[in-house]
T-cell receptor, first 117, second 110 residues
Framework: GAGVSQSPSNKVTEKGKDVELRCDPI?????LYWYRQRLGQGLEFLIY????????KSGLPSDRFSAERTGESVSTLTIQRTQQEDSAVYLC???????????????FGPGTRLTVL | KQEVTQIPAALSVPEGENLVLNCSFT??????LQWFRQDPGKGLTSLLL???SQREQTSGRLNASLDKSSGRSTLYIAASQPGDSATYLC?????????WGAGTKLIIKP
């Protein structure tokens, strides 16, 4: 597609339920990133993929969070047993590749606003 | 650990004024620095990207400077317009990650 897309745009769920957030990166981009932005705060890095592998999962807040990517394309971020503190905007970005290439600009999707009641 | 700070957190100015947004970072070992714009309900729009070897970048009414040694960047907006109202975020690239400031919420009053 022309840009990074994310679905759903908004998700309201009850505490304790599981949610899945989807990201479709720009076609041809091998690197994909997930960030979280809590109200009034900057973005927090969660995880990134190079291809279908996730070399760094250190940003995931807890073991309730997981992510996968298939076909070097779509990625899904899953939050199990959601808590109120999980409420945030979850942003996805993609770039041509990850690593030390200094020109690897990241392009962002519109985000998914998650509200846990 | 890299930390990015943006000052002020919020700024309100009359239309037509020139203004400066500030971004500081603690570790000068960066690959690049980017300024983004974030509008409510929308994604992030990249405004300017300054490589570590560069001192400034310009795009239209926007000019971003980078002083790696002092760990500072500024975003200069000339002749501000109501359409410039948004939250402006700066991010520094360390390895594959972008490390973000909390943003400056800018309001331009008509």
């Amino acid at each position: 597609g022309a840009g990074v897309s994310q679905s759903p745009s908004n998700k309201v769920t009850e505490k304790g339920k599981d949610v899945e957030l989807r990201c479709d990166p720009i076609s041809g981009h091998t690197a994909l990133y997930w960030y979280r932005q809590r109200l009034g705060q900057g973005l927090e890095f969660l995880i990134y993929f190079q291809g279908n592998s996730a070399p760094d999962k250190s940003g995931l807040p807890s073991d309730r969070f997981s992510a996968e990517r298939t076909g070097e394309s779509v990625s899904t971020l899953t939050i199990q047993r959601t808590q109120q503190e999980d409420s945030a905007v979850y942003l996805c970005a993609s770039s041509f590749r990850a690593g030390l290439a200094i020109n690897n600009e990241q392009f962002f999707g519109p985000g998914t606003r998650l509200t846990v009641l | 650990k890299q930390e990015v700070t943006q000052i002020p957190a919020a700024l309100s100015v009359p239309e037509g004024e020139n203004l400066v947004l500030n971004c500081s970072f603690t570790d000068s070992a960066i690959y690049n620095l980017q300024w983004f714009r974030q509008d409510p309900g929308k994604g992030l729009t990249s405004l300017l990207l300054i490589q570590s070897s560069q001192r400034e970048q310009t795009s239209g009414r926007l000019n971003a400077s980078l002083d790696k040694s002092s760990g500072r960047s500024t975003l200069y907006i000339a002749a501000s317009q109501p359409g410039d109202s948004a939250t402006y975020l700066c991010a520094v690239k360390s390895n594959y990650q972008l490390i973000w400031g909390a943003g400056t919420k800018l309001i331009i009053k008509p």
